[in-house]
């Protein structure tokens, strides 16, 4: 049984860190492409950053770039997103998801198979 299992979200205030870590199972294959999806209520999905898992090459959006940072650990299967310099806009409820394919770009959602169950982070100013 393929699982993603999201941890590390909770509550900070602004200015904060927290480590958000995405282990997968039951995966007979190779992942392609990790990514970081959040949403916030009222808003949206939106894309947060992305690790190519064979290259290592890493994606982030415009809002997060410079305070994210996206990260793997193979032999854990685990997935990484460090998140520095947290803002109250950062607060959403965020998904790893994994796809087996190239495909589109890393950010296209439509593109991902396999989704956690999320983990909330809440940052206060």
């Known amino acids: 049984q393929v699982q993603l299992v999201e941890s590390g979200g909770g509550s900070v205030q602004a200015g904060g860190s927290l480590r958000l870590s995405c282990a997968a199972s039951?995966?007979?294959?190779?992942?392609?492409?990790v990514g970081w999806f959040r949403q916030a209520p009222g808003k949206e999905r939106e894309p947060v950053a992305g690790?190519?898992?064979?290259?290592?090459?890493?994606y982030y959006a415009d809002s997060v770039k410079g305070r994210f940072t996206i990260s793997q650990d193979n032999a854990k299967n685990t997935v990484y997103l460090q998140m520095n310099e947290l803002k109250p806009e950062d607060t959403a409820m965020y998904y790893c998801?994994?796809?087996?394919?190239?495909?589109?770009?890393?950010?296209?959602?439509?593109?991902?198979?396999?989704w956690g169950q999320g983990t909330q982070v809440t940052v206060s100013s």
């Open positions: 998801a994994a796809r087996m394919t190239y495909g589109r770009g890393w950010s296209w959602a439509e593109e991902y198979s396999y």
């Open positions: 690790i190519y898992t064979r290259e290592g090459t890493t």
């Open positions: 039951g995966f007979t294959a190779r992942r392609i492409c």
